[in-house]
């Protein structure tokens, strides 16, 4: 994480995102960014929010608090029950970001009440990357992401 | 969202808090999903029950079942009290096999509490079927039927097989069908959804149980969550692929991609044609399954296999119809399991009282397997003790057990997983 | 006929005298029909048991099981030992229920000689499913797969629901067909046979399972054995009728004609459209139905209904799904029968396991009505004793009990009967 | 049942139809003449070959031993069962002359093992009475028809 942007207010963003509302609010967190579809039932562990499914790029890494952005929901009938649970354990993300609507991903996002977007003017999975922070208005349709540094990112490993 | 006046009248009150409750989260997601309206469905097949120690805290904590209720089936923090269900309901698949907790490795709180959760939910009108399989058990929708169902093999079938439709729902989405009659109407509701968008032409014949299984790992794989249509060039596919063929076909699409819908030229009641099928439009993609296909999906099924002694045989994913129970009784008879070999054949309860009836389970049993219900390896996460390599005639198992389990997984014919069961060693391989 | 080399080599005996015997059968009953081939099948459903005391005697004087199975199943009065199916077979229902001996009048002799010949059955094969209805409990045939069923209500759900493809067989064409996968090649297996020969538009909604059941004893009456096609002028047809409502409106035109195959236009797999029904020709005949033909179809079917006391009320024609004893138990919660009237409902035992553990046998039986299975009072021919009128839902028990036994027939709604049970009064009427 | 028949050789028939042999077999007997289909299951005693069915033209007639003349087979698929039943209690027809094939009537005839015809040249519902005397060559697919006097036949009730 980037001290840059747990201290200052950030007077403009990098960049902004416009897409659709799927649930509402409003939340500012770092981002955790997959190219891969995300499972819920035998891919998360809702306890921790920790990604498990083996061979996942994200596996060992935990989606608690964080913009998750991702491609959408894939796997079993069980997705929104695990994020639900995620959320009763406090381990759902903080937000979605996702391109591609399924019901799985829809109610998921609806029963982890957290702000939720798709359908943006720009793939969110091309411009934001992990460790960016984002700040999620879903009510107005809008993400302004804040790069973290350059060098700080290119040195790190993507956590 | 545009709402009808009884959905109006739902919504605010009219039909008590819980209804209320279920109005409001169908709004949330039918809005999150985009959709215009809703449908009515009269079929909804989901989990009620609770079999988690978290759930089974929840209750004590927060409020009993009707508390569990509100919050895991219709996202409600508040508790309401829970009337009972508007709608045909059926219940799926659980985490174990409540008739075999010691085996599945259940203490006495888990299993008492599903216990109170399965009177609870038959109580509110839950048909408890307790399988992925309601359609082998007097769930079988028709053509054009509005249904809300969870697990992905049964909405492969109820949508392809059977030509009713529905979407892939969720647990909280079905708790307020439950109740309200009610669907976002949206994806495979909609007709302008059903048509094929990737387009596979067959260069193999596809007979088996297995050849089945394996077109439709490869099919999923490459076509993700999009609609099929398979079609043999310059003529039929074949003989008309039975039920059980349907079942592996569809789970294994469902597993290794997201297929929720697909079309076989015909076969499938949405496709008498090709064109038809397609909606006259372009297929977005055009896949040929050849012998090279089938073996390729073959080897991605047993990547994990490594060592040919085996400690488990699993059958029944989705769960076995009393003729798969009865062609296993067929291969069991006479013979005895390897002494360090266990074999669980998974099936819905009310097929176990007709395989105990026909004399299957006594053939089972006296070879050494056991029949086994409401649950299956996955879902539970349960294997018998020191289970290094496991043999299954299921894609869907192959995919998942060593994903969840750590475990190696052999796939083969069904003829292969009862001779590993009685030898201890997997002798299989593609013919 | 032309035989295939393999069908030459079973005639020739290569599979031992009863497969031989059951070529035997099946070409003349193949000549008989003027079939020109075989097609081959692998799932038959018949009668197998025996529950005479015609058979029993044969059994005791001419060789036991495997003399009754030559003779009664195979038409061969040389005593051949009969070699396990090699087909799924699945048992229909018989004439009476052995859960209920006394209650069907069934004497103890009768009963022990029914059990032996059910565990010969099994022991060869036959899936003990009891039922007219084996589409509920795991015998679902998918679209175009050859089958070689008995039972009317069961062959016209088959073929027209789930199109697959079927006559409705015998007896003795079924045990051949378990011992050889194969039937004749006529009628409903080949295309040219399928398409509708009547239309039936429709001027009226058609919603409710009494609704259906009207519908369909309308149309068995006017197009007797043809292929009717139901259309709706202007629309569709509405809301998708389920399971219950196409099991009783086939059941219906099966008794008051003898459709075995019917088409509905956007519903049924063969009628995405209404000229695909007819497969491009003209109806012989254009039917209407509206409230004046739905009106005389219920008058029909209630012809010798005269006293409005009843004693009896049967449901389970055909045999009830979960879903329709979910429906009867939640009328019935909390009252009781009326003392002088009895209420039997019918359903296939798997189904009634189902029933056992949802609840809902326990507020029947709490009722003082009892929930059976493997038969029904047409079958059976059984009643409680002192019946004069009954109370049924379903057109084709009230086509045949009034024939069968002399008894009245009040025919209405599930609520109507269930109502008529708890007042001992008939107080329905059509809506 | 007339004398004439049952003592003298018929030197020639009053009329001959040709159908389709169903069963093989030669058989002569009296015709029992329906215009009614007829029910297995339900609709016969195979004890006694005695139609049972309420208001049906042949209720509590006896088909056992006659040549039996009739559209075909309607009702449950217990249809051959009966027959077959009768057969074995020596109360099945001596032959079927029916006009509408179906798998019904197919089995029912082969199972009864008695001669059967169709596909007529002439509709033997027409030309055939209850009560004529009827020679059924069913190999060579002929049916001799002797009439019975019409004296008789107009004074009796039918059979
Ligand atoms: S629930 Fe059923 S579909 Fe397979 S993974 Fe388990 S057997
Ligand atoms: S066997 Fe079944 S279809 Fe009706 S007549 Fe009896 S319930």
């Known amino acids: 994480m980037s001290d840059r942007h747990d201290t200052a207010p950030n007077p403009a963003p990098d960049l902004v995102l416009h897409g659709r509302k799927v649930v509402g609010g409003v939340v500012e967190a770092e981002a955790l960014v997959t190219h891969e579809r995300i499972s819920g039932w035998g891919g998360i562990d809702p306890r921790t929010g920790t990604v498990i499914e083996i061979g996942h790029a994200l596996r060992g890494q935990s989606f608690a608090g964080k913009v998750l952005v991702f491609p959408g929901a894939k796997g079993s009938s069980g997705w929104s029950a695990m994020f639900h649970t995620a959320r009763l354990l406090k381990a ?5 970001l996702f391109n591609e609507m399924t019901t799985k991903m829809a109610l998921g996002a609806v029963v982890s009440h957290a702000p939720a977007l798709t359908d943006f003017d720009r793939d969110p999975l091309a411009c934001i990357e992990t460790g960016d922070r984002v700040r999620v208005d879903a009510e107005r349709g809008t993400v302004e992401v804040f790069k973290r540094p350059p060098a700080a990112h290119d040195g790190d490993p993507p956590a | 969202m545009h709402l009808s006046d009884e959905e109006k009248a739902m919504y605010d009150g009219r039909d008590g808090p819980a209804v209320q409750k279920a109005m409001d989260l169908l709004v949330r997601y039918g809005e999150a999903l ?3 309206r809703l449908v009515e469905t009269r079929n909804v097949c989901a989990t009620i029950t609770s079999t988690t120690p978290f759930q089974r805290d929840f ?3 927060r409020g009993g079942m009707d508390a569990v209720f509100s919050e895991f089936s219709l996202d409600s923090p508040e508790v309401v009290p829970i009337p009972k269900f508007k709608v045909f309901t059926s219940h799926l698949q659980l985490g174990f096999d409540p008739g075999q907790p010691e085996r599945m490795g259940i203490d006495t709180q888990t299993l008492q509490f599903y216990e109170r959760s399965e009177r ?10 307790n399988t992925c399989t309601p359609y082998q058990v007097g769930n079988v929708p028709t053509r054009g039927e509005h249904c809300a169902w969870m697990e992905s ?8 097989v059977l030509g009713a439709r529905t979407n892939t729902e969720g647990r909280e989405s079905c708790g307020a069908a439950m109740l309200t ?16 968008t990737h387009l596979v032409e067959l260069d193999v014949e596809v007979e088996s149980v297995q050849d089945w299984g394996l077109l439709g790992y490869f099919i999923g794989e490459q076509v993700q969550s999009g609609v099929p249509v398979v079609h043999r060039r310059g003529g039929d596919i074949g003989r008309a692929p039975n039920l059980p063929r349907l079942k592996h076909f569809g789970a294994a699409a469902a597993s290794s991609g997201g297929v929720e819908l697909f079309h076989l030229v015909g076969i499938t009641p949405e496709a008498p044609t090709l064109e038809h099928a397609l909606g006259g439009k372009k297929p ?3 896949l040929r399954y050849g012998p090279a296909e089938r073996r390729a999906a073959y080897e991605r099924l047993n990547t994990t296999a490594r060592e040919a002694e085996i400690q488990y045989v699993m059958l029944g994913c989705p769960h076995y119809t009393i003729e798969q129970i009865w062609e296993a009784a067929q291969l069991l008879e006479g013979r005895r399991l390897h002494a360090d070999v266990q074999l669980w054949i998974f099936t819905p309860r009310a097929i176990k009282a007709l395989a105990d009836r026909s004399g299957h389970t006594r053939i089972i049993e006296e070879a050494g397997g056991v029949l086994m219900t409401d649950s299956c390896s996955a879902m539970s996460r349960a294997v018998p003790p020191g289970t290094r390599a496991v043999a299954l005639d299921s ?13 190696q997984a052999w796939f083969g014919s069904t003829a292969e997983c009862i001779e590993a069961a009685c030898t201890g060693r997997w002798q299989g391989g593609l013919k």
Chains 1, 4 share one sequence.
Not at chain 2, 123 to 129: E, H, K, R, T, V
Not at chain 2, 153 to 160: E, Q
Request: hydrophobic fraction near 45%; include cysteine; charged fraction near 15%.
């Open chain 1, 92 to 96: 759902a993300p903080a937000a979605f």
């Open chain 2, 34 to 36: 985009g959709a215009e």
């Open chain 2, 59 to 61: 209750a004590q904590t």
């Open chain 2, 120 to 129: 609870h939910a038959a109580g509110l009108g839950a048909q408890i079927m």
């Open chain 2, 153 to 160: 093999s049964a909405v492969v079938y109820c949508n392809s």
């Open chain 2, 181 to 196: 009659a009610r669907i976002p109407d949206w994806g495979y509701h909609r007709d302008e959804n059903r048509h094929a």
């Open chain 2, 284 to 286: 977005m993609e055009v």
């Open chain 2, 395 to 407: 894609a869907k198992q192959a995919h998942y057990l060593p994903a969840i389990l750590g475990v």
